[in-house]
């Protein structure tokens, strides 16, 4: 096969030079990114008329190769870039060979990873966003539902079921957000950079730029074959949106326990245990704590690899698409478990309402009622402070109303729990009122990120239509 091979690949061989079983999965974009390459070169008079259209009629027939599976690969070429330059030349003759003009692997690649990006976040975005949707509109069914909230771990003053949810999408919501600007940073290509300092011809990079969906064109040629920020930004988003996760699992895990019980476990939660037959474990869950632990590892492996490389490019750079594909995979995988877990959570309110009904989440209830009537709060805490410890925390209305006099006939309605959580009305706080707002703002929200999604997948399409596009 030496005949085929071109030079600068015989010399790096091997598998620890080789990034091909990595990098084959942008074989699509780089293929897309190839023939606007063809497209500018022929525009600008670089490539004839005739040869772009053997080009680019020999990549597409790559591409359905590849989607066939009968695509050769070769891993004795170091990557896809050259496995796709080599066979173009194998199926349409010397013409390929013109395919490389005023193109380095460098600006290639780098394009590729933009390509790339685009792609694996408007993916993301979408698992993210049903699963944010399923959370509000579980939540809005939701809104009476007491459950303890916490500090420490230990009860802390009544909250909701729904607003508990919802803390959960306010999370994600901030997530989805992060990756839609990372994408949006990294809409600019890099294509025309060269191998680090352009080219002598006369190329366009503004032009491929713009029929790619970029927004524009780099400014500095170093700077666009070096830069690996998108991929950082996007490790960041995957890694905050993985300890989100975690933290979602860590409570199934707690929630689904006897010892809380505020939830059962279904099929699609867990398993049970091959010895104890009454087990039936969070599976998924805890699955989702760990997840978080390897995309973090994804993230600091991209960023230790970044931090000692000189401008512009270094073979360093090869290894950060490995994290990269594992991170997206890993969230896609923990999104699509956990939404279907949900679905088979069946959750225990009589249980969350024994829990929140203790009457020593109220406390603070009782200091507020005296502040209502006009005793400075810091007294207000100290009196039913002394309360509580002379009833050794077991409160209640008769009692308060013996130790706090002020109390009076307010006692019994401040020991309701069903009160205790209407009367949390505050902007933003747990009460049915409050939270109805919040919901009806979320779903806004989730409303408004339409334009984006579809504008992304819109420029999503373009790597499809070119790639089956028939020259005219
Ligand atoms: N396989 C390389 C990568 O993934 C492509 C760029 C190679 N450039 C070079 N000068 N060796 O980064």
């Known amino acids: 096969m030496a005949s085929t091979s071109p030079s600068y690949v015989r010399t790096g061989g091997g598998e620890f030079l080789r990034s091909l079983d990595v990098d084959r999965a942008l074989a699509r974009v780089d293929l897309a990114?190839?023939?606007?390459?063809?497209?500018?070169?022929?525009?600008?008079?670089?490539?004839?008329?005739?040869?772009?259209?053997?080009?680019?009629?020999?990549?597409?027939?790559?591409?359905?190769?590849?989607?066939?599976?009968?695509?050769?690969?070769?891993?004795?070429?170091?990557?896809?870039?050259?496995?796709?330059?080599?066979?173009?030349?194998?199926l349409i003759g010397p013409a390929g060979g013109r395919l490389h003009t005023a193109r380095s692997r460098n600006d290639q690649v780098a394009l590729d990873e933009r390509l790339y990006l685009r792609e694996v976040v408007y993916g993301t975005t979408q698992l993210?966003?049903?699963?944010?949707?399923?959370?509000?509109?579980?939540?809005?069914?939701?809104?009476?539902?007491?459950?303890?909230?916490y500090t420490h771990l230990q009860r802390a003053q009544p909250v909701s079921l729904a607003h508990h949810l919802l803390a959960h999408f306010w999370r994600l919501e901030r997530d989805l957000d992060r990756l839609l600007a990372t994408e949006r940073r990294a809409n600019v290509s890099p294509l025309g950079a060269g191998a680090l300092a352009g080219s002598t011809l006369p190329i366009d990079p503004a032009w491929v730029a713009r029929r790619l969906g970029f927004d524009r064109a780099f400014e500095n040629s170093l700077d666009a074959v070096s830069d690996r920020d998108p991929f950082a930004e996007l490790l960041f988003d995957l890694a905050l949106l993985a300890t989100h996760l975690s933290v979602l699992g860590e409570e199934?895990?707690?929630?689904?326990?006897?010892?809380?019980?505020?939830?059962?476990?279904?099929?699609?939660?867990?398993?049970?245990?091959?010895?104890?037959?009454?087990?039936?474990?969070?599976?998924?869950?805890?699955?989702?704590?760990?997840?978080?632990?390897?995309?973090?590892?994804?993230?600091?492996?991209?960023?230790?690899?970044?931090?000692?490389?000189?401008?512009?490019?270094?073979?360093?750079?090869?290894?950060?698409?490995?994290?990269?594909?594992?991170?997206?995979?890993?969230?896609?995988?923990?999104?699509?478990?956990?939404?279907?877990?949900?679905?088979?959570?069946?959750?225990?309110?009589?249980?969350?309402?024994?829990?929140?009904?203790?009457?020593?989440?109220?406390?603070?209830?009782?200091?507020?009622?005296?502040?209502?009537?006009?005793?400075?709060?810091?007294?207000?805490?100290?009196?039913?402070?002394?309360?509580?410890?002379?009833?050794?925390?077991?409160?209640?209305?008769?009692?308060?109303?013996?130790?706090?006099?002020a109390l009076r006939s307010a006692a019994d309605s401040l020991f309701d729990p069903a009160h205790a959580l209407e009367r949390r009305a505050t902007p933003g706080g747990p009460s049915p009122t409050s939270v109805g707002v919040q919901i009806d703002r979320a779903r806004e929200l989730l409303a408004a990120h339409g334009p984006s999604l579809s504008s992304l997948g819109h420029r999503v399409e373009l790597i499809e239509e070119l790639l089956n596009e028939e020259r005219k």
């Open 33 to 90: 990114g190839s023939i606007v390459h063809t497209e500018m070169l022929e525009r600008v008079g670089l490539v004839s008329k005739e040869d772009a259209r053997r080009i680019i009629g020999g990549l597409r027939a790559i591409h359905r190769e590849i989607a066939h599976g009968s695509f050769p690969w070769r891993d004795d070429l170091e990557d896809v870039h050259t496995n796709i330059e080599v066979r173009l030349t194998q």
């Open 128 to 149: 993210l966003e049903s699963f944010q949707r399923m959370l509000v509109d579980h939540a809005a069914g939701e809104q009476g539902t007491l459950l303890p909230g």
């Open 252 to 405: 199934w895990v707690l929630w689904t326990t006897a010892e809380f019980g505020f939830a059962r476990a279904g099929e699609r939660v867990g398993s049970g245990s091959s010895l104890m037959p009454q087990k039936r474990n969070a599976d998924v869950a805890e699955l989702a704590r760990a997840k978080a632990a390897r995309v973090t590892g994804d993230l600091v492996t991209l960023l230790g690899t970044l931090k000692g490389i000189p401008l512009a490019y270094d073979r360093d750079l090869q290894e950060d698409k490995a994290p990269v594909r594992d991170a997206v995979r890993t969230i896609d995988l923990t999104l699509a478990a956990l939404a279907s877990a949900f679905e088979d959570l069946a959750f225990d309110r009589t249980r969350m309402a024994e829990a929140a009904s203790d009457p020593a989440l109220l406390a603070t209830d009782l200091a507020e009622e005296l502040v209502r009537q006009g005793t400075p709060f810091r007294e207000a805490h100290e009196a039913v402070g002394a309360y509580v410890r002379g009833t050794e925390g077991s409160i209640g209305s008769a009692s308060a109303r013996r130790a706090l006099p």
